[in-house]
């Protein structure tokens, strides 16, 4: 990736919505996250897959725990499938290799606040998340275009 790109997406980078995400989705699955960095953490989409299964019962029936990075990369996609049956927009998704080679956490960090947005409107009973980034948010294009 443009190095120049990496650095404007880096800048878009807010560590305290990381951390209000992280907590909500703490709450909602009802564990803490390993003792390693937010993006870590969620990388093998395994956090995601049990977020999305708290939100919407039994909408990731099966998910792997375990394995090689194909198959825990597998989860991501997983979570983008149910995400986007919970209802939420292409624009607002994040690419795989967006979170599992962390070329733009920024971009996990809204589509979990728009899974949080969507959330309310289901009426989820369960911690909401209290801040709510902009609707308006798109997502950063890594190809150049």
């Known amino acids: ?3 120049a790109l990496q650095r404007k997406i880096a800048a878009k980078r ?13 709450a909602i699955i ?12 969620i990388k093998d989409g395994v956090i995601l897959c049990k977020l999305m299964n708290k939100l919407q019962p039994n909408a990731i029936p099966k998910y792997a725990t375990s394995g090689g990075s194909f198959k825990l990369r597998e989860n ?4 983008q499938n149910a995400a986007r049956d919970y209802g939420i927009a292409e624009a607002e998704l994040f690419q795989s290799i967006d979170l599992f080679e962390k070329r733009n956490i920024p971009q996990v960090t809204r589509c979990l606040f728009a899974v949080a947005r969507e959330a309310r409107k289901h009426k989820f009973n369960g911690p909401l998340l ?8 798109t997502r950063e294009s890594v190809g150049g275009k």
Not at 76 to 79: A, E, H, K, T
């Open 76 to 79: 991501i996609s997983l979570f």
């Open 130 to 137: 209290a801040s709510t980034m902009s609707q308006a948010n």
């Open 30 to 41: 009802g564990e803490k996250f390993p003792d390693i960095p937010y993006e870590d953490a």
């Open 14 to 26: 807010d560590p305290n919505l990381d951390r209000e995400v992280q907590e909500w989705i703490e």
């Open 1 to 3: 990736m443009d190095i």
